[in-house]
């Protein structure tokens, strides 16, 4: 079993930042990516950014290229979403997930290929 717990949520304005934080505990280390979803009210959960666990290769939705940045920190079993320039359509919960499974997609942004979530962080950007 694999546990995920985010943090880092909150309310900013269009502009600012925010940094999310994904920590894992439990038998980790079978993992070989971790990932970042969103859920808007009424939407569809959506792939936000992924990581390799022992590369480090990054993967972006095209929506947040450029203005957030994955990362990890092998050490503490910790994942981090680096958001900067939020906008108001990025407000959504935000999931952390983990998958054992190798990514042989361009994009790993089915939430299927995933097998373990945290309980998410709400995420709001006012205008």
């Known amino acids: 079993q694999v546990q995920l717990v985010e943090s880092g949520g909150g309310l900013v304005q269009a502009g600012g930042s925010l940094r999310l934080s994904c920590a894992a505990s439990?038998?980790?280390?079978?993992?070989?990516?971790m990932g970042w979803f969103r859920q808007a009210p009424g939407k569809e959960r959506e792939f936000v950014a992924a990581?390799?666990?022992?590369?480090?290769?990054?993967y972006y939705a095209d929506s947040v290229k450029g203005r957030f940045t994955i990362s990890r920190d092998n050490a503490k079993n910790t994942v981090y979403l680096q958001m900067n320039s939020l906008k108001p359509e990025d407000t959504a919960v935000y999931y952390c997930?983990?998958?054992?499974?190798?990514?042989?997609?361009?994009?790993?942004?089915?939430?299927?290929?995933?097998?373990?979530w945290g309980q998410g962080t709400q995420v709001t950007v006012s205008s």
């Open positions: 997930a983990g998958r054992r499974s190798v990514i042989v997609t361009t994009l790993p942004n089915r939430p299927n290929e995933y097998g373990y």
């Open positions: 990581i390799t666990w022992s590369a480090g290769r990054s």
């Open positions: 439990g038998r980790t280390g079978s993992t070989y990516a």
